[in-house]
């Protein structure tokens, strides 16, 4: 690790990157399954 970095390794990552890292590490089908709820979602919400 560099000093010049400002990230903190011990930070909590987002939400949103906690979300989209576990949303890498799935298969196609889980993508699939996610995108069809959300569209499914959107036309009744």
């Known amino acids: 690790m560099r000093y010049t970095d400002s990230r903190d ?3 909590k990552p987002s ?3 906690r979300f989209g890292s576990w949303l890498s590490r ?3 089908e889980s993508w699939g399954f996610f995108i069809a709820g959300f ?3 959107r036309i009744f919400f």
Do not use: K
């Open 9 to 11: 390794p011990y930070e």
């Open 15 to 17: 939400p949103l990157g």
């Open 26 to 28: 799935r298969s196609i």
């Open 39 to 41: 569209l499914i979602a």
